[in-house]
């Protein structure tokens, strides 16, 4: 597997700030929880969310060391995010659950009785250079 210092940067911080575009390219910021994958970074999320239908659309994204709230602790890094199919979404799924230790299970069962495990995706991000202001 390799490793690249964004990916592994990133991957260790607790929120990450990820940064989908519009149609019309305006950007929308979410703070999402992200597990570290060799040179990529996996996040899960809710399969109908606006993320996901922008990332179908465009898979250009930016991600940022952030905190719960959205506030950015450091630079944006571009990259390019990929929908995941059942298989690997159980795979971020395992991640998540590892990292996030106690909140991470609560949250994944919680969700399961939500919506079961046909409601959720993860998405891999591919991490490049510094996006330039």
């Not at 390799?2 to 607790?14: D, I, R, V, Y």
Request: aromatic share 6%; with cysteine.
């Amino acid at each position: 597997m390799t490793t690249n210092a964004p990916a592994h940067q990133l991957g260790s911080q607790k929120y990450v700030l990820l940064t989908t575009y519009r149609r019309v390219g305006t950007p929308v910021r979410t703070p999402v929880w992200v597990a570290p994958d060799g040179a990529a970074l996996l996040v899960w999320t809710v399969m109908d969310s606006g993320k996901v239908k922008r990332i179908r659309n465009n898979t250009e994204i930016s991600v940022a060391p952030c905190t719960s709230r959205g506030k950015p602790l450091g630079p944006a890094v571009a990259g390019r995010a990929e929908i995941l199919d059942a298989e690997e979404t159980r795979h971020v799924r395992r991640l998540i659950r590892k990292k996030y230790w106690l909140a991470g299970p609560i949250v994944l069962f919680l969700s399961r009785l939500r919506r079961g495990t046909r409601g959720t995706v993860g998405l891999r991000i591919g991490v490049g250079q510094e996006e330039r202001p």
